[in-house]
């Protein structure tokens, strides 16, 4: 007899447990329902992140054509472009206490999931961090008091610091776990993208050339994650 594999369509022989073209295990189980979670927390993750890129890249990209490639050009402009970031931060936020929520829910059977969890409260830290010491140095900035040249590279890198780990943890270790789990080649690329990204992210200050193959790097990897939640869902409802 032949089998047909949900994700491809090739047909094995029925004693073969794994697809012979794309790997999709043939005699899979149904998910339990805090895997369903953890599917639904990387959609969500990754729904909300395209809204925030989509709406950071046309409100900062009409901002620098308005000011005519400058975006400090007044104080106004410079409150603007702080009210975007601002909100695009905000939607971050968001994603990741939904990828928060589908981890804590899959730990429940899988231990394995625990430091992806525990990356998403680094996450959550440096958030906080980057909303305190954005406060600070603009407060201090408009009172006109002096700050040590010495404190800047100090919060810097501790919220720098701060960020990597997170995003490392909750995002490359996280996906890649989903990727062992269902044994999605789609996973493996989105949690490759993810650490390049980051990886990235922390050169990019040096280089601002690399903010657009940033940018790239992490939708590509964004809609991947996206892709092989929801199509490992939707196998499902079909079993």
């Given at each position: 007899?032949?089998?047909?594999?949900?994700?491809?369509?090739?047909?094995?022989?029925?004693?073969?447990?794994?697809?012979?073209?794309?790997?999709?295990?043939?005699?899979?189980r149904?998910?339990?329902?805090?895997?369903?979670?953890?599917?639904?927390?990387?959609?969500?993750?990754?729904?909300?992140?395209?809204?925030?890129?989509?709406?950071?890249?046309?409100?900062?990209?009409?901002?620098?054509?308005?000011?005519?490639?400058?975006?400090?050009?007044?104080?106004?402009?410079?409150?603007g472009?702080?009210?975007?970031?601002?909100?695009?931060?905000?939607?971050?936020?968001?994603?990741?206490?939904?990828?928060?929520?589908?981890?804590s829910?899959?730990?429940?059977d899988?231990?394995?999931?625990?430091?992806?969890?525990?990356?998403?409260?680094?996450?959550?830290?440096?958030?906080?961090?980057?909303?305190?010491?954005?406060?600070?140095?603009?407060?201090?900035?408009?009172?006109?008091?002096?700050?040590?040249?010495?404190?800047?590279?100090?919060a810097?890198?501790?919220?720098?610091?701060?960020?990597?780990?997170?995003?490392?943890?909750?995002?490359?270790?996280?996906?890649?776990?989903?990727?062992e789990?269902?044994?999605?080649?789609?996973?493996?690329?989105?949690?490759?993208?993810?650490?390049?990204?980051?990886?990235?992210?922390?050169v990019?200050?040096?280089?601002?050339?690399?903010?657009?193959?940033?940018?790239?790097v992490?939708?590509i990897?964004?809609?991947?994650?996206?892709?092989?939640?929801?199509?490992?869902?939707?196998?499902?409802?079909?079993?």
């Open positions: 007899m032949v089998k047909i594999c949900p994700r491809c369509g090739y047909p094995n022989d029925d004693s073969f447990s794994y697809c012979q073209r794309c790997g999709y295990n043939l005699k899979r149904s998910l339990s329902e805090n895997e369903k979670n953890l599917l639904r927390g990387f959609r969500s993750f990754s729904i909300i992140n395209l809204v925030s890129l989509i709406y950071l890249s046309v409100t900062l990209g009409l901002a620098y054509l308005l000011d005519k490639g400058v975006f400090f050009n007044d104080f106004y402009s410079f409150l472009f702080l009210g975007a970031v601002a909100v695009g931060t905000i939607l971050l936020f968001i994603s990741v206490m939904k990828l928060r929520k589908g981890y829910s899959v730990m429940r899988n231990l394995k999931y625990k430091i992806p969890y525990l990356g998403t409260t680094i996450f959550i830290i440096s958030f906080l961090f980057i909303i305190v010491f954005s406060v600070f140095f603009l407060s201090t900035s408009v009172m006109g008091l002096f700050i040590p040249s010495s404190t800047i590279p100090f810097t890198l501790s919220v720098m610091g701060l960020f990597v780990i997170g995003s490392t943890l909750s995002l490359f270790l996280g996906i890649f776990r989903a990727y789990e269902f044994n999605d080649k789609v996973f493996l690329l989105s949690s490759s993208g993810f650490i390049v990204s980051t990886v990235m992210s922390c990019a200050p040096f280089y601002p050339i690399l903010l657009i193959p940033l940018w790239l992490y939708l990897s964004v809609t991947l994650l996206y892709a092989a939640s929801d199509f490992n869902l939707s196998l499902n409802r079909e079993n």
